[in-house]
């Protein structure tokens, strides 16, 4: 009698913890299979540029639907998508973060035809040289604006120098009457400028905060169209809840 009772209780418990195991796989099934398919969820964002006009958001949109992809409209900070809104980077008000990149003899009134993305290019352009000099010489001219020995030598390290300290360091230390020409008075060699090594030109505009941002699905199938269209409306009433909170 203790015997077959206690057989029961080993196959209850069996049976429950065969029954525990089962719903723990399913569950395990459904979250793998959740897993699985925001795994498979690709989004890019290299449709187009974002930007902060919703009506130009939904041109996009149209656009990108056009195209028989999947798409939908997400709100997000500038710079988290393949093309955010950018501006000149700001490193590059400094003229030492650029570089000599070419020189070539050109006249004023084709000077002002080009384009340049700041001032300071302008600047290094029309009022600046590359000159080759000592690293250490260099250094005290970034500095303090100092000339000295070996800053111009015409060997060494390629820096930019002003067409008019260029002009006073020749005048003390060569001493052979060279005059140096400014592009804006008349045609001559203008050297042109880059941007230093790992110094990117724009950069996203961090003063900007969210935007509007065409989504599209890797894949094609893995978001429906009336999942795409619930993630537009989503969007499109956060943006009118900020405008209301803004009244």
């Excluded at 501006?87 to 650029?98: C, E, G, Q, T």
């Excluded at 600046?128 to 250490?136: D, H, K, Q, R, T």
């Amino acid at each position: 009698m203790m015997l077959a009772r206690k057989r029961k209780n080993t196959m209850t418990f069996r049976m429950w913890k065969n029954f525990i195991n089962k719903e723990t796989t399913a569950a395990a099934a459904v979250e793998a299979q959740k897993t699985n398919k925001e795994e498979i969820l690709m989004i890019r964002t290299n449709w187009t540029t974002a930007t902060t006009n919703y009506q130009e958001a939904l041109l996009a949109l149209q656009a990108c639907k056009g195209s028989c992809r999947t798409c939908w409209l997400e709100i997000r900070e500038n710079g988290d998508q393949d093309f955010p809104i950018k501006i000149v980077n700001p490193v590059l008000n400094d003229p030492f973060a650029w570089e000599f990149s070419y020189g070539t003899y050109m006249d004023p009134e084709s000077l002002l035809r080009h384009n340049f993305p700041n001032d300071t290019e302008r600047d290094l352009t029309y009022h600046w040289i590359a000159g080759f000099g000592n690293p250490v010489a260099i250094e005290l001219y970034r500095k303090n604006r100092e000339l000295t020995e070996g800053l111009n030598a015409g060997i060494g390290t390629c820096f930019p120098i002003r067409i008019a300290d260029a002009q006073k360091y020749r005048d003390t230390f060569v001493c052979d009457g060279y005059v140096y020409p400014y592009p804006e008075k008349g045609s001559c060699m203008v050297d042109f400028w880059k941007p230093k090594k790992r110094i990117p030109a724009y950069v996203p505009d961090q003063t900007i905060g969210k935007v509007f941002t065409v989504c599209t699905d890797v894949e094609g199938d893995v978001i429906s169209e009336i999942d795409s269209l619930e993630r537009t409306a989503k969007t499109l009433m956060e943006y009118a809840q900020y405008l209301r909170e803004k009244q």
